[in-house]
Structure formats: C-alpha cells, structure tokens
C-alpha cells in the first residue's frame, strides 16, 4: 500500500494531479479541499495517500491532511458510499463540518452535496455516528462548523437539553444573519413552544 508520497507537482487539473517521486509520476485523485492548498507546478508536495484496488483500475487519492485520509476511508465502509461520494463530502466540507453534521444530525447540509439524496445522507448519519470519534488516530474530534452567534446558539439549546436533531429543524428555520446569540436562543424556544 501507498501510505504517502512526497516529490514535485508535475501537472494539476482538478481534480487530478501528478506527482512525481524519483523519476516515477504517479496520478492521483484529490478532494477539492486538497486540490486548493496545492503549491504551484514545479514546487515540492507532500500528501497522505489511499491506494483503492478494484477489479478494473488502482487509482491513488491523495490528502492534504491524515484527518481528511481517515474521513475517506472510513467513509468507504459506509455501504452505497463509494470514492466518489467520499471525494464530493471532502470537497464540500472540511472534517470538522462533516463530524459536526453527524453529531447534529444536520441531513440538510448533507443532502446538498452533489450525489447525496436525503436516504444517503440519513444513512450517513446512522453508520458514521458511531465512528465519527474513531476517525482522528481513536482521539475525539469535536469542532464546530460555523464560528460564531448561530454555533453559540446551537451548543446552548442542546446543553438545555434538546436533541441535535430539533434543535438543527428549529435554527435553520430562522433568519439568523446579523443576530447575536441571544436573540437566535429566544427566537428558537419562542418556535419551540408555539
């Protein structure tokens, strides 16, 4: 197995590149994420990678962090989620939005990446949940997606005691641009009881 691979960027279109390692050029698939933090053509490059054998090619798939290499492979566990759809969740969102989704159970966000309907995005959910902590080297990874009044607002509401789920329904039903974090908690519990 190819673990990383560290040599000069030869040629890159997305979401393809090529890198070249003592004389051999290897070509790689990268999430967007990666592809945009790429150095310039000619420059030094150092990715984690993932060898995928199926019965009709290898292809490489190289990361720019081993937080993304370890969403992709276990997100290749995840059954109807294949490379493609991994490579469309990483290019869509970094890590911590992904592991934010799944811990908030936030299908919405989820089905708006392309390939992702609403079945593939709930089944997401369910599988990754219990993995979501394994991702990182076994450590926890909690972060939030949105910095910010809309996050603040989220972590209160669940820490007096609503489920991810309601309180992802009753947050993005509101207009939250401009407000602080009070006003989207008071304008949240106001929905709440109605």
Not at 22 to 44: C, H, I, K, Q, R
Not at 143 to 154: D, F, I, M, S, Y
């Amino acid at each position: 197995m190819i673990g990383s691979l560290r040599g000069r960027l030869t040629f890159k279109q997305a979401p393809a590149i090529i890198i070249e390692c003592n004389g051999v050029g290897y070509d790689v698939e990268t999430p967007m994420s990666t592809f945009f933090e790429l150095p310039a053509v000619g420059d030094e490059l150092f990715l984690y990678t993932h060898l995928l054998v199926r019965e009709d090619a290898q292809i490489l798939y190289g990361f720019a962090t081993d937080e993304e290499r370890a969403l992709f492979r276990t997100l290749l566990r995840v059954r109807g989620v294949g490379a493609k759809i991994g490579l469309a969740i990483l290019s869509a969102m970094s890590v911590a939005d992904f592991n934010r989704c799944i811990e908030y159970e936030d299908t919405t966000a989820l089905a708006k990446i392309p390939g992702i309907g609403k079945k593939t995005a709930e089944r997401l959910v369910i599988e990754m949940r219990d993995r979501i902590d394994k991702t990182v080297g076994g450590e926890a990874v909690r972060v939030t997606v949105e910095q910010g009044a809309k996050a603040e607002a989220v972590d209160a509401l669940i820490a007096l005691g609503y489920k991810p789920a309601e309180v992802n329904k009753l947050v993005s039903a509101l207009e939250t641009d401009g407000k602080t974090a009070e006003d989207i908690i008071r304008l949240a519990l106001r929905r709440a009881v109605a």
